[in-house]
């Protein structure tokens, strides 16, 4: 018999409430093999709870948070109280693309010619050890094609397939952030100052699907926004962008800082 894997204590779970109790309301885990546990009355709510089905129904899905795991009973303890409305929406949005990204995997598996059960093996547990999931590793396959999945050793054939599928099925959503670019020049030449500045800004090499652009606000402000295709990038092209700016301000005898805005 294959040994029952259960969550740690204070992992984030998604599950199925399957029936509702006058003390709470029994759950199964549906990653972990749909494993029960139990919410108590007690763990539903900050406030007093008059009607449990105000709070949870049968046939819902949500996120609980484990409070305590009996391996040898298998008795699992939830809260629903204990999970904020980021933890939720945050785990829930890991939980559908991992589940899209194991339905699209078996269709390339399909189309491959290979069993599920190779393609995990082969393509999957790869895209999980080196970009976290399998959904972020076709992510990556998207932005920066095959390459990305020849580089972890996916065979050439396989992953001209594979891409070719989530190039189709996945959408890539950019991130914007920006502020303001506050650039001074006294000199004769501070227009072409300006433009060496704004020039230095944009002008290096940048990973695919990723724009800079700069316009006036009203001198000496200017505004400045990146887009990426997530938060971490265009974190980096930002501090890179306007400290290449300021720099070459500064340089030449002006003055420069940067101011983050929505």
């Known amino acids: 018999m294959d040994e029952i894997v259960l969550p740690e204590p204070w992992e984030l779970v998604v599950v199925t409430i399957t029936r509702v109790v006058p003390y709470g309301s029994y759950v199964t885990l549906d990653e972990y093999n749909d494993v029960e546990g139990l919410l108590h009355i007690s763990e539903l709510s900050t406030r007093w ?9 049968e046939g819902q899905k949500t996120v609980l948070k484990v409070l305590r795991v009996d391996p040898n009973k298998l008795h699992i303890d939830v809260s629903l109280r204990r999970v904020s409305d980021m933890e939720r929406k945050k785990k829930l949005l890991q939980w ?3 589940n899209r990204g194991k339905k699209l995997l078996d269709t390339a598996a399909e ?20 970009f976290g999931s399998i959904y972020l590793g076709m992510e990556q ?22 891409t070719q599928l989530v190039k189709r099925k996945i959408s890539i959503p950019q991130v914007k952030i920006g502020g303001i670019l506050e650039l001074k020049s006294n000199k004769p ?7 060496k500045a704004f020039a230095k800004a ?3 090499k940048k990973p695919k699907n990723t724009e800079i652009q700069i316009y006036v606000t009203g001198a000496p402000k200017y505004r400045i926004d990146v887009f990426a295709n997530n938060y ?23 003055e420069g800082k940067f101011i983050r805005k929505p």
């Open 49 to 57: 709870v008059k009607n449990i089905k105000d709070h949870v129904r």
């Open 111 to 130: 189309s491959i010619g290979i069993s599920s059960d190779e393609a995990y093996e082969k393509i999957g547990i790869p895209l999980e050890d080196h």
């Open 232 to 254: 971490k990038i265009a974190e980096a092209l930002l501090e890179k962008a306007t400290k290449r700016a300021v720099k070459i301000m500064e340089d030449n005898g002006g």
């Open 202 to 204: 944009k002008s290096f």
């Open 141 to 162: 396959a998207v932005i920066l094609g095959e390459d990305a999945l020849i580089k972890i050793d996916v065979p050439r054939k396989w992953a001209t397939v594979l």
């Open 96 to 98: 559908k693309q991992e």
């Open 189 to 195: 030449d501070g227009i072409s100052l300006l433009k």
